[in-house]
């Protein structure tokens, strides 16, 4: 509420201005001969309101009470709105309650129009408790509002009572005030002799006016109309709002679902899945009507106004008109709606009683479309009566979203939030399907190098081919449109999102959902994804994201013969009726759609890397075939709600190369078999099949004489072909797996569904992403995004394996099955004083480069720069060309894919370095770069690197030496210096000695 302290900052924050001596002054109308203000004394805590005003008492012009606080704020408000002091009184004296002659109060604000009629009452409260409990006993009998008018009330004047509330505080101010009118509906003032209703009209005390209010206004109220920034004086009959009055307006996620369901619970609405898809209907009418406000400037349809200025037939008709537009302007499906006026023009032609027949016909067209079930009958609805009880929630439920834009797309963050909390409640997760929760959606969308990929020019193509109800979808569209993509050409990239969802309701969500994010162009088709379809071509995706069925049994059943036939799985399933692979089915489909080159994320059963039989074997085949495994997330119970079952999430990337991999491999492996080592050395590889060898225990000899294991070897050289290391990342198994994801699941009565941890998916603290910040390094996210890139970020929540050492080569049954619990353990490292732990990977102090293939042609005889290739010890030729200019810092040298080498070059000393070596500059005064080549290359003797496991720049990066003191370092250095410099004397000794050898001999 607003109190005495928080004054200061209140009226600053509404425009006045320091006289002199604490007294603080606005003027309204200034410069103008209707200029007057409003002072603040703050030194002697009071109000000096305009002369104008009528003050019956002065109770309210003090700072005795927080309640005068608020009579304050009123009247600022009312004067910046237009409002003259001559229009205000205060504190009038109104005798109430039984003995009325005895009992007195005063109202604290009314308002005369210009004529001097009494034209509203406004009942001021501290914000909280004390006008929530007012508004309870204004529900029950009335309370302070009718007891004043039915005082006060001459000639039906007073048409409008407020009871009002605003609060300020940190900074921010909140008003809240609910808005009764005194008037009668126009239309029931016609009908009064037809149809029997209590009327304003017709009222005389207290009593009888809440009669009417709760017997014929259904105790109606509407909580905006009278202080918005588009308000004028004595215009509240006539507001009707526009998107622009509520645009702006915060959009409570949590506080929406609630009310929607305790509005479900009042009402004993047990349909919770027809409550869902009554709602879905009218979030689409909703959407459709801020959009035409916002193209038209035309009032709000979606809004109830009250029965005192509106007519339940008429909304509800409103509502289906916005519902067929929105079916056949955006979900692009006709939808049957006949207008009132099209029954009129049927009768153009009558020449006799054409008015009788007309009315007749109105009379059963209304029962047909109001008294017949519809699109918004949270009940059932066969009659007049049904059609009112049903009312009761449908304008309960149309008021709860009416004064809220779900256009805006500044609120886009919490429309997700609201459709998932709304889907857990309102589908049943049936089929294999389980719904992706935001916070998981988030991370797989901003764990793929998508911002990358449009920075090079691309719009890039994507599908959710199990699309559910949109969410991958619209955070994909929310993201891009943040990366400051020119508007003119967002709909473009929109236009490249696909989705694909067999079950029509979902679909239905999808499209609203794609509409709610202002992404009309989002193309959502209803079918079945393993279905071959004219829309959704092969090998035209850049990306995929999705979380496909799984175990859904008979899934083959319902697929064409043809369409079974373009799977190679089909080849192993025995029984298509019983066969309930359905994921692994979709895992082929991904290699289909996907693009050379083109990168997924994938949720899966953890069946699909370890299961052993036919269809799950094979499948593995296919991802080794055409994929490199990126990264593996596992996602253990309690990540998908009420599911225990634990997921595997592939980030993927299909392999571009043009060679046939499978046949290459499988043509080497002939080769050996048949003792043909010829195209060894051409193809570089037989150090492969000596760690195949070596794996195994046996000889090469051993492996080439076993003809069994052929498709092992096969199998090991594609796993070997991948040059990224896999990123293995695994959720907690434990209670910790509610703090580690950021969220946990509750099934408590009203607050079923997702609850995060740390109060919103905002504000959500996880180690898998930062919600403010996708490039934070020390997230999840950004390491798998960057092993994309082929670069490496070291972090403690991410474990790392060659995809080779993950698979059991040697096991009896030969299955491919992916073991992720063989990653490569972190060794703990014991400091002593002064030493620190670095990575190569530490762009701060270390620059790490790659050099550039050169042809033989452009090596020069007599060339003035050496050339070192992968043998780092000894030049292969020499060059006049520079690729490097500056060398006045010394390099470490490595080769990338031959022998293990590491080399050193002093500073000022020029080389040209080939794509097959590395090189590294130190950019610390703190690290000798002499001290570090034997520490480098010891640490790639540790991991193996070799001509089959490349010293890539990706994993050089992630190698971490001990760096001591520098009084250390230049020790050891200088110890080096002299060994090699005897080693230099003592070569030297050698070439005399030998020289003298060959001189001998020839004398």
Avoid at 231 to 252: A, H, M, V
Avoid at 398 to 403: A, D
Avoid at 715 to 723: G, H, V
Wanted: proline share 3%.
């Amino acid at each position: 509420m607003i109190v005495k302290n928080s004054l200061p900052e209140l009226i600053e924050s509404i425009g006045y201005s320091e006289l002199n001596n604490g007294i603080f002054e606005k003027k309204f109308n200034e410069n103008t001969n209707r200029e007057f203000s409003i002072k603040v004394d703050m030194e002697n805590e009071k109000f000096i309101y305009p002369d104008e005003i009528t003050i019956h008492r002065e109770t309210t012009t003090n700072f005795s009470g927080n309640e005068n606080f608020v009579v304050f704020e009123i009247l600022n408000r009312l004067f910046e709105l237009g409002y003259m002091p001559k229009n205000i009184e205060l504190e009038m004296l109104v005798k109430v309650g039984r003995g009325q002659e005895n009992v007195t109060a005063w109202a604290d604000v009314l308002i005369k129009d210009n004529s001097g009629q009494y034209y509203a009452i406004i009942e001021a409260k501290t914000h909280g408790t004390e006008f929530d409990n007012a508004w309870k006993k204004t529900l029950n009998d009335g309370y302070q509002l009718f007891s004043y008018v039915s005082q006060l009330r001459t000639n039906n004047n007073i048409p409008y009572g407020i009871l009002y509330a605003s609060d300020f505080k940190d900074g921010t101010f909140e008003r809240k005030y609910h808005l009764l009118t005194f008037k009668d509906n126009e239309e029931f003032l016609k009908e009064q002799k037809k149809k029997k209703r209590k009327l304003y009209v017709n009222s005389s005390n207290q009593k009888e006016l809440y009669d009417v209010w709760k017997e014929t206004y259904d105790l109606d109220y509407s909580p905006i109309g009278m202080f918005e920034d588009n308000s004028k004086p004595f215009g509240i009959r006539e507001k009707q709002f526009t998107i622009e009055d509520i645009y702006n307006n915060p959009l409570d996620t949590d506080g929406l679902i609630h009310q929607f369901r305790t509005i479900l619970r009042q009402h004993n609405v047990s349909g919770r899945e027809n409550a869902f898809d009554r709602l879905l209907n009218l979030l689409l009418a909703k959407v459709v009507d801020e959009k035409q406000s916002e193209q038209t400037g035309r009032p709000l349809d979606f809004y109830w106004r009250g029965i005192a200025f509106d007519d339940k037939k008429a909304l509800v008709d409103r509502l289906q008109r916005l519902y067929r537009d929105g079916m056949r302007d955006y979900l692009k499906e006709d939808v049957t709606y006949i207008d009132k006026n099209d029954v009129d023009n049927a009768f153009v032609l009558f020449k006799n009683d054409k008015d009788a027949t007309r009315d007749l016909i109105h009379h059963y067209f209304e029962k047909l479309k109001f008294y017949t079930d519809n699109l918004f009958g949270f009940i059932d609805v066969y009659n007049e009566e049904l059609f009112d009880k049903n009312f009761e929630i449908l304008s309960a439920i149309v008021r709860l979203f009416q004064n809220v834009s779900l256009t805006n797309t500044e609120q886009h963050q919490f429309l997700g939030d609201l459709f998932e909390k709304l889907l857990d409640q309102g589908i049943k997760q049936s089929e294999g399907q389980f719904f992706t929760p935001l916070p998981i959606v988030r991370f797989l969308v901003s764990s793929l190098p998508i911002k990358d990929m449009i920075a090079n020019g691309q719009i890039p193509k994507v599908i959710d081919y199990a699309c559910g109800s949109g969410h991958f979808l619209t955070e994909y569209a929310s993201e891009i449109s943040k990366l400051g993509i020119p508007s003119e050409i967002l709909s473009a990239y929109y236009e490249n999102i696909y989705g694909i969802e067999k079950e029509s309701r979902l679909a239905k969500v999808s499209k609203v959902s794609a509409l709610m994010y202002g992404a009309t162009e989002i193309q959502i088709f209803f079918h079945d994804a393993l279905s071959k379809s004219e829309e959704v071509k092969d090998n035209s995706f850049d990306i995929i994201i999705t979380n496909p069925p799984y175990s859904v049994t008979g899934f083959l059943e319902t697929l064409s013969e043809e369409d079974r036939n373009n799977y190679d799985l089909t080849k192993y399933v025995s029984n298509i009726s019983t066969n309930k692979a359905i994921e692994a089915f979709f895992l082929e489909r991904a290699k289909q759609l996907l693009k050379p080159n083109g990168v997924a994320a994938i949720i899966l059963p953890s069946s699909v890397l370890q299961k052993n039989e036919g269809v799950y074997f094979n499948v593995r085949k296919q991802l080794l075939e055409s994929f490199d495994i990126i990264a593996i997330f596992e996602a253990g119970s309690g990540t998908f709600g009420k599911t225990g079952t634990t997921t595997n999430t592939l980030f993927l990337r299909k392999k571009t190369s043009k060679v046939n991999l499978l046949n290459h491999y499988t043509n080497r492996v002939e080769a050996w078999y048949k003792e043909d080592f010829n195209k060894d050395e051409v193809f570089d590889d037989k150090d492969k099949l000596e760690s195949f060898a070596d794996l195994l225990g046996k000889s090469i000899d051993d492996v080439l004489e076993d003809e069994n294991l052929k498709e092992r070897l096969t199998y090991y050289l594609l796993a070997e072909s991948q040059e990224n290391d896999v990123q293995i990342i695994k959720t907690p198994t434990n209670a910790e797996i509610k703090k580690y994801l950021g969220y946990d699941w509750s099934n408590r009565k009203g607050s079923e569904g997702i609850q995060y941890l740390s109060g919103g998916i905002q504000t959500i603290e996880t180690p898998l992403y930062n919600p403010t910040d996708y490039e934070d390094d020390s997230k999840v996210n950004k390491a798998i995004r960057q092993n994309f890139l082929n670069d490496i970020i070291d972090n403690e929540n991410v474990k790392t394996a060659r995809l080779s050492n993950l698979i059991g080569w040697n096991n009896e049954a030969f299955d491919l099955a992916i073991n992720i619990n063989k990653t490569q353990q972190p060794v703990a490292v014991k400091l002593k004083q002064g030493e620190k732990l670095v990575s190569l990977g530490d762009s701060s102090l270390f620059e790490l480069n790659i050099g550039k293939r050169i042809t033989n042609n452009q090596l020069v005889e007599n060339g003035e720069i050496p050339v070192y290739s992968a043998n780092v010890t000894k030049p292969f030729g020499f060059i006049n060309e520079k690729l490097i200019e500056d060398f006045s810092r010394p390099s470490v040298i490595w080769g990338i894919d031959g022998d293990w080498q590491v080399g050193f070059i002093k500073k000022n000393v020029a080389f040209y370095p080939t794509d097959h070596i590395g090189y590294l500059r130190v950019k610390s005064v703190n690290i000798l770069p002499r001290y570090i080549v034997s520490l480098i290359e010891e640490q790639g003797k540790y991991l193996g690197f070799s001509r089959s496991n490349r010293a890539s720049m990706q994993k050089m990066k992630k190698i971490q030496i001990v760096i001591p003191p520098l009084e250390e370092q230049e020790k050891v250095v200088a110890e080096i210096e002299r060994i090699e410099s005897e080693q230099q004397k003592a070569q030297q000794v050698i070439n005399d000695l030998q020289a003298k050898i060959v001189e001998t001999l020839r004398e």
